[in-house]
């Protein structure tokens, strides 16, 4: 019986780490955009204004729930400093996480 318990509760705990995995890799890849268009904005003189919405048209692209107010974006001399602040909810079945997440660049 023990047993049984044992490997009911580590196949719950495989359950819901497999459910919070997307919005992290997500994530990931959201970081790796930010570093290449600090990056790249600061090189092709971009605007403030076109480089927030390229991060919201790519956080879009990859379903996350990133609005314009999210984003912020300053600059100084050449360089771009990006952060975004954003909040993914996933539903457990007893229960609901809310992920916080910061990428910035």
């Known amino acids: 019986m023990r047993m049984a ?3 009911l509760v ?4 495989a359950l819901i780490g497999v459910l919070l995995l997307p919005p992290y890799f997500e994530n990931w890849k959201l970081q790796q955009y930010l570093n290449d268009l600090g ?3 600061a090189t092709s003189k971009k605007s403030v204004e076109v480089v927030r919405a390229n991060v919201v048209n790519k956080a879009a692209e990859l379903g ?5 107010d999210d984003v912020r974006v300053s600059k100084t001399g050449d360089a771009f400093k990006i952060e975004v602040l954003y909040l993914v909810r996933v539903n ?3 229960y ?7 990428p910035a660049a």
């Open 64 to 68: 996350l729930p990133v609005h314009t």
């Open 39 to 41: 990056a790249d904005a």
């Open 10 to 13: 580590l196949v719950a705990l």
């Open 5 to 7: 318990g044992g490997i």
């Open 92 to 94: 457990l079945a007893l």
């Open 96 to 102: 609901t996480v809310d992920l916080h997440f910061r």
